[in-house]
Protein backbone atom coordinates (compact mmCIF):
# COMPACT_ATOMS: atom_id res chain seq x y z
CA UNK A 1 0.00 0.00 0.00
CA UNK A 2 1.34 3.23 -0.83
CA UNK A 3 0.98 6.46 0.96
CA UNK A 4 1.02 9.79 0.13
CA UNK A 5 0.89 13.10 2.91
CA UNK A 6 1.02 16.48 1.77
CA UNK A 7 2.05 19.12 4.27
CA UNK A 8 3.08 22.94 3.96
CA UNK A 9 -0.03 23.86 2.95
CA UNK A 10 -1.92 27.42 4.88
CA UNK A 11 -2.46 31.03 4.58
CA UNK A 12 -0.32 33.36 2.74
CA UNK A 13 -0.75 37.08 1.56
CA UNK A 14 -0.59 37.76 -2.58
CA UNK A 15 2.95 37.42 -3.66
CA UNK A 16 3.67 35.30 -1.19
CA UNK A 17 5.48 32.03 -1.07
CA UNK A 18 5.05 28.46 0.31
CA UNK A 19 6.18 25.76 -0.04
CA UNK A 20 4.27 21.99 -0.18
CA UNK A 21 6.02 18.88 0.46
CA UNK A 22 4.57 15.26 0.05
CA UNK A 23 6.09 12.49 1.54
CA UNK A 24 5.70 8.64 0.44
CA UNK A 25 5.66 6.10 2.89
CA UNK A 26 4.96 2.23 2.72
CA UNK A 27 5.05 0.02 -0.98
CA UNK A 28 7.10 3.09 -2.67
CA UNK A 29 7.02 3.02 -6.24
CA UNK A 30 10.09 3.67 -8.28
CA UNK A 31 10.45 4.78 -12.19
CA UNK A 32 7.31 7.05 -12.32
CA UNK A 33 6.04 10.38 -12.20
CA UNK A 34 4.84 12.26 -9.93
CA UNK A 35 2.78 15.16 -9.56
CA UNK A 36 0.84 17.96 -8.16
CA UNK A 37 -2.87 18.89 -8.84
CA UNK A 38 -5.27 21.26 -7.64
CA UNK A 39 -8.99 21.81 -7.25
CA UNK A 40 -10.67 25.03 -6.20
CA UNK A 41 -13.98 24.90 -4.85
CA UNK A 42 -16.94 24.73 -7.39
CA UNK A 43 -13.98 23.98 -9.67
CA UNK A 44 -12.83 20.20 -11.27
CA UNK A 45 -9.45 19.50 -10.36
CA UNK A 46 -6.58 20.88 -12.66
CA UNK A 47 -3.48 20.09 -13.64
CA UNK A 48 -0.37 21.92 -11.64
CA UNK A 49 2.47 20.55 -12.30
CA UNK A 50 4.34 16.95 -13.13
CA UNK A 51 8.19 15.34 -12.99
CA UNK A 52 10.26 12.66 -14.29
CA UNK A 53 11.62 9.82 -11.88
CA UNK A 54 14.97 11.84 -12.63
CA UNK A 55 13.63 14.79 -12.23
CA UNK A 56 15.75 15.90 -15.52
CA UNK A 57 11.80 16.81 -16.92
CA UNK A 58 9.55 18.87 -15.86
CA UNK A 59 6.22 20.31 -17.17
CA UNK A 60 3.40 22.78 -15.70
CA UNK A 61 0.13 24.38 -16.23
CA UNK A 62 0.15 28.18 -17.61
CA UNK A 63 -0.95 29.33 -14.89
CA UNK A 64 1.97 28.97 -12.74
CA UNK A 65 4.91 28.30 -15.29
CA UNK A 66 7.65 30.83 -14.10
CA UNK A 67 6.42 31.27 -10.53
CA UNK A 68 6.05 27.24 -9.13
CA UNK A 69 8.92 24.94 -9.03
CA UNK A 70 8.71 20.87 -8.88
CA UNK A 71 11.15 18.76 -7.41
CA UNK A 72 12.21 15.59 -6.29
CA UNK A 73 14.28 13.35 -3.87
CA UNK A 74 14.31 10.04 -4.18
CA UNK A 75 16.70 9.43 -1.69
CA UNK A 76 14.01 10.47 1.22
CA UNK A 77 10.81 9.14 -1.31
CA UNK A 78 9.64 13.51 -1.61
CA UNK A 79 8.49 15.81 -3.76
CA UNK A 80 8.20 19.45 -3.44
CA UNK A 81 6.33 22.21 -4.98
CA UNK A 82 7.88 25.89 -4.21
CA UNK A 83 5.11 28.40 -5.06
CA UNK A 84 6.47 31.86 -5.52
CA UNK A 85 4.11 34.99 -6.65
CA UNK A 86 0.91 33.34 -5.36
CA UNK A 87 -2.00 34.64 -5.98
CA UNK A 88 -5.87 34.46 -5.09
CA UNK A 89 -6.98 32.30 -7.91
CA UNK A 90 -3.73 29.86 -6.38
CA UNK A 91 -6.36 29.31 -3.62
CA UNK A 92 -7.10 25.33 -3.65
CA UNK A 93 -6.54 21.96 -2.31
CA UNK A 94 -3.53 20.22 -3.55
CA UNK A 95 -2.96 16.99 -4.31
CA UNK A 96 0.44 14.84 -5.10
CA UNK A 97 0.24 12.26 -7.00
CA UNK A 98 2.26 8.86 -8.36
CA UNK A 99 1.94 7.67 -11.55
CA UNK A 100 0.56 4.47 -12.01
CA UNK A 101 2.67 3.59 -14.95
CA UNK A 102 6.70 3.00 -14.50
CA UNK A 103 8.28 5.25 -17.01
CA UNK A 104 11.38 6.77 -15.98
CA UNK A 105 11.01 9.81 -18.86
CA UNK A 106 7.46 10.79 -18.69
CA UNK A 107 5.90 13.74 -17.01
CA UNK A 108 1.98 12.85 -17.15
CA UNK A 109 -0.30 15.82 -17.27
CA UNK A 110 -3.53 14.06 -17.25
CA UNK A 111 -4.71 12.67 -13.49
CA UNK A 112 -5.48 9.64 -15.37
CA UNK A 113 -2.21 8.74 -15.33
CA UNK A 114 -2.23 8.60 -11.43
CA UNK A 115 -3.62 6.38 -8.97
CA UNK A 116 -1.97 6.90 -5.78
CA UNK A 117 -2.79 10.56 -4.06
CA UNK A 118 -2.47 12.25 -0.93
CA UNK A 119 -4.93 13.66 0.89
CA UNK A 120 -4.60 17.06 0.02
CA UNK A 121 -3.59 20.27 0.99
CA UNK A 122 -5.27 23.64 1.23
CA UNK A 123 -3.72 26.37 0.32
CA UNK A 124 -5.46 29.72 0.43
CA UNK A 125 -4.40 33.37 -0.87
CA UNK A 126 -5.47 36.31 0.34
CA UNK A 127 -5.74 39.80 -1.78
Known amino acids: QVQLVESGGGLVQAGGSLRLSCAAS????????MGWFRQAPGKEREFVAAINWSGSSTSYAGSVKGRFTISRDNAKNTISLLMNSLKPEDTAVYYC????????????????????WGQGAQVTISS
Open 26 to 33: GRTLSRRA
Open 97 to 116: ATSTYVSESATYTDDRYYGY
